[in-house]
């Protein structure tokens, strides 16, 4: 299982940004997905996760009502819409998959499939 991010990038506090994670595997869509993120000196923490039906997604008490996860199981894609962003929320961001749970975790313990990473800045 290949999972690739897309769609971060440079931004201002305030704007907005759409990343992407694209999977390889057609049994993707009976997988919880996850998105994390790691700043520089700092463990990866949790972001966001929804389940394989879309339904009971689950936010950080960070992100809670400016980013949404969302996805398109015949598109194999998980996408993360973050608004208002804010010079905090600079960091690698990273989906992950996990085939075993329905519901969603906040743990990166309990993902085993995991991307590259992408980049996003928000300058202030």
């Known amino acids: 299982v290949q999972l690739v991010e897309s769609g971060g990038g440079l931004v201002q506090a305030g704007d907005s940004l759409r990343l992407n994670c694209t999977f390889s595997a057609h049994t993707f869509s009976t997988y919880v997905v996850g998105w ?58 990273y989906c992950a998959a996990d085939p075993d749970s329905y519901f969603g975790s906040n743990s990166p313990n309990d993902y085993e499939y995991w991307g590259q990473g992408t980049q996003v800045t928000v300058s202030s």
Do not use: H
Request: no cysteine.
């Open 36 to 93: 994390f993120r790691q700043a520089p000196g700092k463990e990866r923490e949790f972001v966001a996760t929804i389940s394989w039906s879309g339904g009971t997604p689950l936010y950080a008490d960070s992100v809670k009502g400016r980013f949404t996860i969302s996805r398109d199981n015949a598109k194999l894609m998980v996408a993360l819409q973050m608004n208002s962003l804010k010079p905090e929320d600079t960091a690698v961001y």
